[in-house]
T-cell receptor, first 122, second 110 residues
Framework: GAVVSQHPSWVICKSGTSVKIECRSLDFQATTMFWYRQFPKQSLMLMAT???????TYEQGVEKDKFLINHASLTLSTLTVTSAHPEDSSFYICSARAPPWGPGLAGTGELFFGEGSRLTVL | GQQVMQIPQYQHVQEGEDFTTYCNSS?????IQWYKQRPGGHPVFLIQ?????EVKKQKRLTFQFGEAKKNSSLHITATQTTDVGTYFC??????????FGQGTRLTINP
């Protein structure tokens, strides 16, 4: 099945620094990727929709200048947490929707998730 | 906006007992998806339901989509320790966005 790879899987940084997280679709092209944030034992909250070749669409309450999203190619989206603070510590997960012509996928619209990136800001 | 409510939040069962989690949407859904997230892992797609009243089975898992396409359930028969994890429903409504329920965390006593 479709594979989405996310890197790094965990990162610890000092307050005030910026952190970049990469999300790659390994065996399919994804014109759209989604970035979620998950607090411990809570649900996934959609942060933004990353669109290849255009600006990301952010959900209400998500600071676009804080969480920079770049979707430079059909297989790569990046999330940069700028000037990170301890309250930004969280589990960030990207996902992509499989194309309808993928093997065995038949346009189900299911999301394939990356492994997630656990960010800890000291 | 669209809200997807899921209950219960937690469920602890003895191995071999059945388990059910329920999902309710504030709006009619075009489809509903179910995901499983193991502790420390990422969500993994289980199934998608599209039709009103649809019932699908995957071995010991039974998924239902309500007639009004506003609710859904996941039932696991005779739970096993491998079923441990958090089960999320996620619905697509009018805005074509996938909205996740809060999840039901299942723990099992072997």
């Amino acid at each position: 099945g479709a594979v989405v790879s996310q890197h790094p899987s965990w990162v610890i940084c000092k307050s005030g620094t910026s952190v970049k997280i990469e999300c790659r679709s390994l065996d399919f092209q994804a014109t759209t990727m989604f970035w979620y944030r998950q607090f411990p034992k809570q649900s996934l909250m959609l942060m933004a929709t990353s669109n290849e070749g255009s600006k990301a669409t952010y959900e209400q309450g998500v600071e676009k200048d804080k969480f920079l999203i770049n979707h430079a190619s059909l297989t790569l989206s990046t999330l940069t947490v700028t000037s990170a603070h301890p309250e930004d510590s969280s589990f960030y997960i990207c996902s992509a929707r499989a194309p309808p012509w993928g093997p065995g996928l038949a346009g189900t619209g299911e999301l394939f998730f990356g492994e997630g990136s656990r960010l800890t800001v000291l | 906006g669209q809200q997807v409510m899921q209950i219960p939040q937690y469920q602890h069962v003895q191995e071999g007992e059945d388990f059910t989690t329920y999902c309710n949407s504030s709006t009619t859904l075009s489809n509903i998806q179910w995901y499983k997230q193991r502790p420390g892992g990422h969500p993994v797609f289980l199934i998608q339901l599209v039709k009103s009243g649809e019932v699908k089975k995957q071995k010991r898992l039974t998924f239902q989509f309500g007639e009004a396409k506003k609710n859904s359930s996941l039932h696991i028969t005779a739970t096993q320790t491998t079923d441990v994890g958090t089960y999320f429903c996620a619905g697509i409504g009018g805005a074509q966005k996938l909205v996740f329920g809060q999840g039901t965390r299942l723990t099992i006593n072997p």
